[in-house]
């Protein structure tokens, strides 16, 4: 079952959301949130349940952004997918700046904080083992967190097709790597259709054990355009 657990990013997005409603700038492709479904799958078989391994996890993701001075913009991404009792939460959040060439082509920089919080719902453990343990309540896991950097760029293949490559690195213990390729294919002025891939590689180092985890991640969703 899904966890929605996005209570404390809302304040950011409305933020993003009630800002962006005010903002004068000519360069719309940094002002919109989305939102939609998003599939994760791993280069191997992770335990998601008490004798239960899966490759792949779903759930959502959402992301916004406010040019909010200038060719300055703040922006935040939050995705959290589950299977059985495990669900993996990530969210990036910081601050960029993009340089327009011309209507159809614009880079990108971006610095924030990444936080990556891993967590196994106890309960549904203690159910499926048939243990009557109330002191068992819960979730137990692990949250990190990192300095963050991105360059990409933006840019409009047709009037109608925006395309925008990206390469991210965020600075835990062991690097975490991403490659994303954002899709936009916008119905009207202000809404589009989003189809998003990316490529996630992390190592960490859990209970003594190296782990070298490789993620893509396939994300359909919708966006508005302010």
């Known amino acids: 079952m899904l966890v929605l657990n996005v209570k404390k990013y809302t304040p950011l997005l409305a933020v993003i959301l009630t800002a962006a409603s005010f903002n004068t700038s000519a360069n719309s492709d940094y002002d919109f949130i989305s939102g939609g479904f998003q599939l994760s799958s791993f280069d191997e ?3 998601t349940a008490l004798g239960k391994s899966y490759d792949y996890t779903t759930g959502y993701y959402l992301r916004g952004s406010w040019n909010f ?5 703040a ?9 059985d009792s495990l669900s993996i939460t990530q969210t990036t959040a910081g601050l960029g700046y993009f340089h327009p060439f ?5 880079l990108y920089g971006l610095v924030g904080v990444d936080e990556i919080d891993v967590q196994f719902d106890v309960n549904k453990f203690v159910h499926q083992a048939d243990i009557s343990i109330s002191s068992m309540n ?3 896991g692990a949250k ?3 300095l963050t950097v991105e360059l990409g760029a933006k840019f409009n293949v047709l009037d109608a097709w925006q395309i925008e490559p990206a390469i991210r690195m965020a600075d835990y213990d062991e690097k975490m790597y991403e490659l994303r ?7 009207t002025k202000n809404i589009g259709l989003e189809a998003n891939f990316a490529h996630r590689a992390l190592g960490a180092n859990t209970f003594g054990q190296e782990l070298n985890i490789r993620e893509m991640n396939y994300q359909v969703g919708m966006r508005y355009t302010f």
């Open 75 to 83: 922006e935040v991404r939050h995705d959290s997918t589950s299977k």
């Open 181 to 187: 390729l954002a899709n936009t294919i916008r119905i």
């Open 144 to 146: 990190d967190n990192a």
């Open 102 to 106: 011309n209507d159809n082509f614009s």
């Open 45 to 47: 078989y992770i335990p």
């Open 69 to 73: 001075y200038n060719n300055f913009f």
């Open 138 to 140: 819960g979730y137990v």
